[in-house]
């Protein structure tokens, strides 16, 4: 108590003056109606400066759980396109046994179905021979060997190794990656990468006859064991036609940012085995 009173007999000016200043500023805002009306806009200007600076370091420090929240939505969004995509409407021409009135000729088909796992790149390399990319999931979160991987933007690469909690994908930049695509028109092809850049991959045995133009979309089609089809892979740079075999080399900028790559889904092809199992089982006869 004696130091608070020795605080306002040392610093008693300062105060009254202090007192008095916001004396005057609340009747000048009352009585006088243009000076209050400065004196309130002004307020409401520095309230809003400071709530909207309050505001952007909450929402910076918001982004990752944001982006984990974007993630996963997006995953389900996925899911549910490629439930609708996968979905054949087949009518039979002949049937030969009654049906009750409730029954029709019509059948749900089923072919394929994806799941999507959202990841984030802990590790990525673009400068070797063969690239690889280290994810923060393993075989605990449902990843496996093989499943592909895509980014928000194309393709990524496939699953190469996995341990408990985490996962290396053998990316799209490796000589021993090759990707089953398409182009607009359904001419299909493969796409590799020809180790000279991270951003251009190329397309081979295409016909020379194809039209294309720069710009143009190359997708995967429905052959890959591992990825959906209508994943867009790159777009047109350029053309070369090699004359010794006839076909035309496609030089693709690639869709997916590899310099830049933080967030990836890892997809599951629940009907990869069934068809591996039995594309092998042809072979062997």
């Not at 307020?43 to 996963?72: C, E, H, P, W």
Request: hydrophobic share 40%.
């Amino acid at each position: 108590m004696r130091n608070f009173i020795f605080f306002i007999r040392r610093f008693f000016n300062l105060i009254l003056f202090l007192a008095l200043e916001i004396i005057c500023v609340i009747l000048i805002e009352h009585t006088n109606t243009l000076q209050g009306n400065d004196i309130v806009s002004s307020a409401n200007t520095v309230s809003g400066i400071v709530y909207k600076k309050q505001s952007d370091v909450v929402y910076y420090f918001g982004l990752r759980k944001m982006n984990d929240s974007l993630l996963n939505e997006n995953s389900l969004l996925r899911q549910k396109i490629d439930r609708l995509q996968s979905i054949d409407v087949l009518k039979d021409s002949l049937v030969h046994t009654k049906t009750a009135s409730a029954d029709t000729t019509t059948h749900i088909v089923k072919y394929a179905d994806y799941l999507y796992r959202t990841a984030r790149v802990v590790n990525n390399s673009t400068n070797a021979n063969d690239n690889y990319i280290t994810i923060n999931r393993g075989s605990k979160d449902g990843i496996g060997k093989n499943m592909a991987v895509i980014s928000g933007t194309g393709v990524v690469g496939r699953v190469e190794h996995v341990s408990a909690h985490f996962a290396s994908i053998l990316s799209v930049l490796s000589t021993k990656q090759r990707i089953s695509a398409k182009l607009k028109n359904g001419t299909n092809g493969f796409v590799i990468w020809d180790e000279k850049s991270p951003d251009i991959l190329t397309m081979i045995d295409v016909p020379q006859e194809v039209t294309l133009k720069r710009g143009d979309s190359v997708f995967t089609n429905n052959f890959s064991l591992y990825f959906p089809p209508d994943i867009l892979i790159g777009t047109v740079v350029k053309t070369q036609a090699v004359k010794k075999n006839g076909l035309l080399l496609i030089y693709l900028q690639s869709s997916t940012n590899f310099h830049n790559l933080q967030y990836v889904y890892v997809i599951e092809n629940k009907m990869a085995g069934e068809k591996k199992q039995l594309e092998d089982s042809s072979a062997k006869k």
